[in-house]
């Protein structure tokens, strides 16, 4: 479990996400519309607008034209080809940015995030810009408004007319409510799905449904639309570059900042960001400043209206975002090509070292791949789970919906189980550990479908092995109570080690659905069944480490780390594709093919975290399968 982190801020970081701290050369010249944006700018994202750096991305397995999105500028009405009337004039880096929050500088509050973003891009030929400005205002019409701000022309067009919505369907007419290829998929399997009613009987539909008594004191239901409606735009032709947004106090808010603070290309965390080693190769390069994000979270949660599906992001905690403000200065990402595919980095920088918490180099790190077998679907790893529960328990201290969750956690375990997680099972969990999907015959899946050749396993390392047995055998004791003699608990011998089996009878045979067993001194797995067992102990024919996919999913991340997070999307698609396949009607066969094509393509998904004195670190790889040359 990962050291906690505010959801709330998480999900911000994601859009304003981070990366690396390998020392490097700096970059000979910042990005253009850095120097016009303030040191103060919360978060930005920075695009690559160069044609040949988006042209690598077709080396590999490319979508067919009739599925490519086509690229539409944020804020600009769709009659805008990016191609024909932008790139012309356009320069290196493209930024979309928030503007500083209220409190920072004069200006208005923010309370939204689409009231605080800008588009902000530099122009490299005013000739082609200006014929672009033209066909805006063709397309849009001439602004309601033109005029100076503080020496900087601003340009003004409010919202469009809303259409008129759209002529209700009638619940006779052809309606297409569930795609064919997905009804197809799931027809089979679960047929309850497919024949539940989707839409009422006639007869229902036609009754007149009771009126409700308006209540007075009820507050007005959200409006579902309101993210959709037209928005205004405003742009701001400021020196070598414009800014766009969708109301002009946000551009007079930049304006404003622009004149009273030196520029973000002079602020030393965004030169951190700048010093990256693949700066200069970054599709897209992202920086946040931590305690500028978290005042502009505070302001919008204030002012945010309920959640209209009844659940959004947990409250915003001023606790929590002061310790974060504390813990951490700011954040940034890249994202770039490399041989094998896509690959990104994200840091969230420390303010000041942490070196107790950095990934400790270990001579034996990331031993238990070599007892996963080499054909693993899915694996997640990491070490010292003892650890990170304690990290979880601390970092929960001051957020009461964390706490709740923690104790019902502690509360299933125990129904569930009959063991205290704290007292039984957790201090022993010291060692490395993983949780894995492999191919197998038997056990508990295949027992419920002849096809379903799936193993489920997980493996714990531990220095304390009496302890861990004990908590196995009050398990055993427990289960065999509750089952009232339904499931046996069965001790055997595999390949001479000792393991023991959880057996109920299916018409009048036993099947094993569970089984517990060590492969070595100090290395406990638990599996769906004693054949699934068979093919983890005492180690697996090819183990993971060793695998081609593997080692070229993980090779390019940083070492030491904490683990791995990987799919071998070939090996997965294949058992699913087998699993559901048959079922499909021959119908759907061009559909199928093009998502194999398509689903094809990526190879493997991998993921792993680390921690220097100065940075937590994730690293994520897509390996993507190349365009096959025509001879």
Known sequence: ????????????????????????????????????????????????????????????????????????????????????????????????????????????????????????????????????????????????????????????????????????????????????????????????????????????????????????????APDLTDDLKPRGLAIALLPGNVAVATQADTLEDLIDARAEREPLAQSPLFQRTLQHPQAGRSLMTSYGEVSAIAKFLWAIAKNAPPSTFGFGLPPLNEKQLAALTKLYSSADSHVWLQPEGIHSQVNFYYTTPQPDLATRILPDANQILTRLPAATYLSASSRNFKQQWQDS???????????????????????????????????????????FFFPTTGGLFNSIYPKFNLGVGLMVQTSDRPAAEAALKKLDQFVKKEAKGEVTIVPQRLKGQPIVSWEAKERGKPISFLSHGWVDAKTLVITTGAKPMADLAPKPYLPLHLNHTFQTATASFPMPNEGYFYVNMGATLSFFYNLLLPSVPTTETQFVREFQRLAGSVRSVSTSNSTTAEAQRVDSLWVLAPVKQSK
């Open 393 to 435: 328990l601390a970092s929960a201290q001051d957020d009461l919906a964390s706490q709740i969750a923690i104790a019902s956690l502690r509360n299933s375990f125990r129904t569930a189980t009959g063991l205290d997680p704290e007292k039984d099972v957790i201090p022993w969990m010291d060692g490395e550990y993983a949780f």
């Open 1 to 220: 479990m990962l050291r906690c982190i505010s959801v709330s801020f998480s999900v911000a970081m994601t859009v304003l996400s981070s990366c690396a701290i390998v020392r490097a050369m700096p970059q000979p010249s910042p990005p253009a519309v850095t120097t016009v944006l303030p040191d103060n700018t919360p978060g930005l994202v920075l695009v690559n607008a160069k044609p040949a750096a988006w042209a690598e991305v077709e080396r590999f397995n490319a979508l067919p034209d009739y599925l490519r999105v086509p690229f539409k500028v944020p804020f600009l009405p769709d009659a805008i080809s990016f191609p024909q009337d932008i790139q012309p004039w356009l320069g290196d880096e493209v930024a979309i940015a928030l503007v500083p929050t209220a409190g920072s500088i004069a200006g208005s509050v923010l309370q939204t995030l689409d009231a605080s973003a800008i588009l902000l891009a530099p122009i490299t030929d005013r000739d082609r810009f200006d014929a672009f400005l033209r066909k805006l205002k063709a397309t849009r019409g001439q602004p309601e408004i033109e005029r100076e701000y503080k020496g900087v022309m601003l340009l003004q067009w409010s919202p469009p007319a809303e259409e008129k919505p759209s002529k209700p369907v009638e619940p006779d007419s052809t309606q297409r409510n569930i795609p064919q290829p997905l009804l197809a998929l799931t027809a089979h399997r679960l047929p309850g799905l497919v024949q539940s009613k989707v839409v009422k009987p006639k007869s229902a539909l036609s009754e007149t449904p009771p009126i409700a008594t308006p209540d007075d004191d009820a507050e007005p």
